[in-house]
């Protein structure tokens, strides 16, 4: 503790007697100054002990002694020792009377007791107090630093909060609570996610302090680049101390240690991964497994999706590379889940996932993409469930679902999706209705003269798969017209009816360009 106006009276050397402010005697005390000034208001910083003999004090003027007192309390100052027997003999009542209306402490200080020896004590005791809070606080640092090595975070979270005599938690990237103690926190922590999420969109190191006197939290990122990679509240009912703020200082250090791989050890693992990438996709499933050990878990012996993820923007609004967030957000709830999850940078701008099936990284990347569609930067296509023998078509998957996604504007498409739709919506695309449009622009051209309907009787035979009557009928001609104009419709494009590749990729231009109507089947035979 440090030294306070009490310990300064029950010093035995010092001989002091307070005259007024009994009930403000446990005001702790930074700094005992000196000073002969009127008005010494200026040169003061808050929690200093005034000592002062009234040299140049009108102490016997209650006006004056009222203004000198009020300007003391204004100023921080929290006690006044007044030296008697130099220029007053007694403390004037004019100084007592002020000093106990405003409850500032007086201290009479007798003439054999000389202001040096009060400023030594106070030196002394603020002394004592640093060397006893470092000293805590390096045998917090030890105990913290056991912790870590022997039983990993959740245990430098339970000592850290029992130091600080309060509670802590550890949150990873996403904002979620990884570690918390005591258990009754656990509801507080949880409630200040948003603040966490605040916190990370700043560059770290990153600090902030929410709640009231009460509940006072300091929030604190970890990390040593500039993104966060995950954070730590302390929650206390005061400001912390010296050994408090050690313990702090010691944890965040421990607990960045432990949420931040090292370059090389992160460059190692992906070039594992993309090994044993290359090996599923090269049909060899069991070469991959080897490879990869216990590395990857069961993630290799079950059904898992396979993702590929593709920057379409060069940072997200708060200047992060969009695949390295996803790949972290993907990360954090594969650890959550304890799941594995194999990620692999194909490039700057593409990543490759394999995940389980149904399992929290797949949950977590259609709740990012959902939740971050506008700002996230990322286009997603997911396989559909698959195993390792079969990785090369999953991957062939994701990308006809990434490059749908890309078309549509979305930020996810499942290749499932693909399957369970219509093909239709695919032929929304420029390639495609430049094809369909060079393909029935002579037919366009023919009608346009007057000649005849050759589309509309077009689009009437496909739809009606080629029966005569029908199609003649929904036109409103004889069949024999009908017949006529499908052969001018053959002569104009050089092509056969007879052939169903013809016949499909004409209804297909037809559609494309809007002249199709909807039927239960395609054109056959």
């Known amino acids: 503790m440090p030294p306070t106006l009490a310990s300064l009276v029950q010093h035995s050397a010092l001989k002091l007697t307070v005259r007024a402010g009994e009930d403000r005697l446990d005001t702790p005390v930074r700094w005992a100054h000196v000073s002969e000034l009127a008005d010494p208001v200026p040169y003061m910083e808050g929690g200093e002990l005034l000592l002062t003999t009234a040299l140049t004090l009108d102490a016997e003027d209650p006006d004056t002694m009222r203004r000198y007192v009020r300007r003391l309390l204004g100023a921080g100052v929290v006690g006044l020792g007044f030296a008697v027997g130099v220029n007053y003999e007694a403390i004037p009542q004019a100084l007592l009377d002020a000093a106990a209306e405003e409850s500032l402490p007086l201290l009479e200080v007798p003439r054999r007791t000389p202001f040096l020896a009060i400023s030594k004590a106070v030196s002394a005791a603020i002394a004592a107090d640093q060397y006893r809070a470092v000293t805590a606080g390096f045998e917090a640092q030890r105990e913290l630093t056991r912790a870590a090595l022997a039983e990993g975070p959740d245990a430098v979270v339970a000592r850290l909060a029992a130091h600080v005599d309060g509670w802590a938690a550890l949150y990873d990237t996403s904002g979620s609570v990884v570690a918390v103690s005591p258990e009754w926190a656990t509801r507080r922590a949880a409630r200040l996610t948003a603040d966490v999420e605040r916190l990370r969109e700043r560059p770290a190191p990153a600090s902030a302090v929410v709640g009231g006197t009460d509940d006072r939290v300091e929030l604190q990122s970890l990390g040593t680049g500039r993104r966060v990679r995950g954070a730590l509240a302390v929650g206390t009912g005061a400001p912390l101390g010296t050994a408090e703020r050690y313990a702090v200082h010691s944890a965040i250090a421990l607990l960045t240690l432990t949420t931040e791989r090292s370059r090389s050890l992160q460059a190692a693992e992906q070039r594992l991964g993309a090994a044993v990438l290359r090996m599923l996709l090269a049909g060899q499933p069991d070469h991959a497994r080897a490879v990869a050990g216990d590395l990857?878990?069961?993630?290799?012996?079950?059904?898992?999706?396979?993702?590929?993820?593709?920057?379409?923007?060069?940072?997200?609004?708060?200047?992060?590379?969009?695949?390295?967030?996803?790949?972290?957000?993907?990360?954090?709830?594969?650890?959550?889940?304890?799941?594995?999850?194999?990620?692999?940078?194909?490039?700057?701008?593409?990543?490759?996932?394999?995940?389980?099936?149904?399992?929290?990284?797949?949950?977590?990347?259609?709740?990012?993409?959902?939740?971050?569609?506008?700002?996230?930067?990322?286009?997603?296509?997911?396989?559909?469930?698959?195993?390792?023998?079969?990785?090369?078509?999953?991957?062939?998957?994701?990308?006809?679902?990434?490059?749908?996604?890309?078309?549509?504007?979305?930020?996810?498409?499942?290749?499932?999706?693909?399957?369970?739709?219509s093909v239709l919506p695919l032929l929304a695309d420029d390639a495609v209705r430049a094809f369909a449009d060079g393909l029935l622009r002579a037919l366009y051209e023919h009608d346009a003269t007057g000649r005849g309907d050759l589309v509309a009787s077009l689009r009437a035979w496909l739809s009606r798969h080629g029966q005569w009557d029908a199609a003649a009928a929904d036109l409103g001609v004889h069949r024999h017209t009908l017949r006529y104009r499908m052969r001018r419709v053959e002569e104009i494009l050089g092509r056969s009816l007879d052939d169903p590749d013809v016949r499909m990729e004409l209804w297909l231009a037809l559609k494309a360009t809007g002249d199709g109507t909807a039927v239960a089947t395609a054109p056959g035979k």
């Open 296 to 421: 990857y878990g069961g993630l290799l012996d079950a059904p898992f999706r396979l993702l590929i993820a593709e920057a379409v923007a060069a940072e997200t609004p708060s200047g992060e590379a969009p695949l390295a967030v996803l790949a972290e957000s993907l990360e954090a709830a594969a650890a959550r889940a304890g799941e594995s999850v194999l990620a692999v940078p194909e490039s700057e701008e593409r990543l490759v996932v394999l995940a389980g099936d149904g399992g929290a990284v797949v949950t977590a990347c259609a709740g990012y993409a959902a939740r971050e569609a506008e700002e996230a930067g990322i286009v997603v296509g997911l396989s559909a469930p698959t195993g390792p023998i079969a990785a090369a078509a999953a991957y062939k998957q994701a990308e006809q679902a990434l490059s749908v996604a890309r078309r549509r504007g979305r930020a996810l498409v499942e290749h499932e999706e693909l399957a369970a739709g």
